[in-house]
Structure formats: structure tokens, C-alpha cells
């Protein structure tokens, strides 16, 4: 058996970071904890939780994404929670026990959006093209919907008030749904609808 390796990723978040894991953690899905009461105590989000700093935890495939609270540097906390993750997982102690409640949309547009024809397509784009790059950055994008010529999507992980997924947004994901899906005038995320 090889040996548990966890090595830690900058984002383009600088409040994130991403800490990868050299084994499958949640494979085919994905969880974001933005509080302590979200988690088990007895899994790595409750446990990482107990650090001070930590403001919300991501877990996919193989990796766990953490965003810190301000005032503290990366640099001061790195390698500690890079080598408390792998302890904790070489303990045998579990990835995750529970999954939180999938997180509700912020905009009352939201609720309910009637499917439309365009839905398959748009989330073909976005698995093929967008969601193997955000993932490499530590995060997750995810389709709410298509009304009105606006595709809606909730960024989640290091995405997730990063200071460059504006532009991400507009001039990459909106900019290729633009081209290659007819009737797609804008892209907004959950996070920027009030």
C-alpha cells in the first residue's frame, strides 16, 4: 500500500487553499461546510473546524479545499494543517460521516426554474469545459438554471468569493455558453444575486 500523501495548492483565491490527498475522498461528489454546525464531529470537516481560522471547508474526489479567516497568512498555518489531514486520515479516522444539506438558492428567481430545452446542453458544456478547470483551482461550479436568455450557477469551494471568478465568469464561462448555446445572453453566479 503506498504511503498517504497530502501536498497543499495555492487557488486563485488567496483566502483559499487546496489540499490534496494522494487517495479517492468523496469520488462522484462533493460537499462545502460553511459553518462547524454542518459537519460531524467526528469526520475531517468537524475536525478541521477546531482550528481557529477556519472559515468553510470544501471536500471532492481527493482533495479538501479550506478558506481561512482574514488576518492570518497561509504561510503560518500551511504545512500544520497539510500534516494534521494526513494524520488524521492515516489514523483511519473518516473523510466525511455526514453530508451537509444541499445548499439552498440565495435568489427567490430561483425557485422553482422550470427545465428548459437548453439545460442539457449548457451542463454538457460546463462538464466537458469548465468544471475539470475550476476543479483543478479547488473549487466546484454548479448549474441552477437556465430563464430568460441567463444561465444561473452557484460557485462553490475556492470559487466562492475569489476575487478573479468575476472574471472567470464573464469573460470564460459566459463567453463559451455565449457561442456555443443559442439564446445564452449572461452568466450570473448564486453568490453575486442579492
Not at 88 to 100: S, V
Not at 114 to 132: N, Q, S
Amino acid at each position: 500500500m503506498n504511503p498517504l500523501v497530502v501536498y497543499a495548492e495555492t487557488t486563485p483565491n488567496p483566502a483559499t487553499m487546496k489540499f490534496v490527498v494522494n487517495q479517492p475522498l468523496l469520488p462522484n461528489k462533493s460537499a462545502e461546510y460553511t459553518d462547524a454546525s454542518m459537519a460531524a464531529n467526528d469526520d475531517l470537516p468537524g475536525a478541521l473546524f477546531r482550528f481557529p481560522f477556519v472559515q468553510s471547508v470544501y471536500v471532492a474526489s481527493n482533495f479538501v479545499t479550506i478558506t481561512k479567516v482574514e488576518g492570518i497568512d497561509w504561510y503560518e498555518v500551511m504545512n500544520e494543517i497539510r500534516d494534521y489531514i494526513r494524520d488524521f486520515l492515516q489514523a483511519g479516522n473518516p473523510a466525511i460521516t455526514k453530508l451537509p444539506e444541499p445548499p439552498k438558492p440565495k435568489s427567490k428567481d430561483l425557485e422553482p426554474l422550470e427545465p428548459h430545452e437548453a439545460d442539457a446542453r449548457i451542463t454538457e458544456i460546463l462538464d466537458e469545459f469548465i468544471r475539470p478547470a475550476v476543479e483543478q483551482d479547488g473549487g466546484e461550479i454548479a448549474f441552477r438554471g437556465f430563464k430568460e436568455g441567463t444561465v444561473y450557477v452557484a460557485m462553490r469551494g475556492a470559487c466562492a468569493g475569489c476575487p478573479s471568478s468575476t472574471l472567470t465568469l464573464k469573460a470564460g464561462i459566459e463567453q463559451l455558453l455565449k457561442r456555443m448555446v443559442p439564446g445564452v445572453e449572461e452568466v450570473v453566479a448564486e453568490n453575486d444575486l442579492a
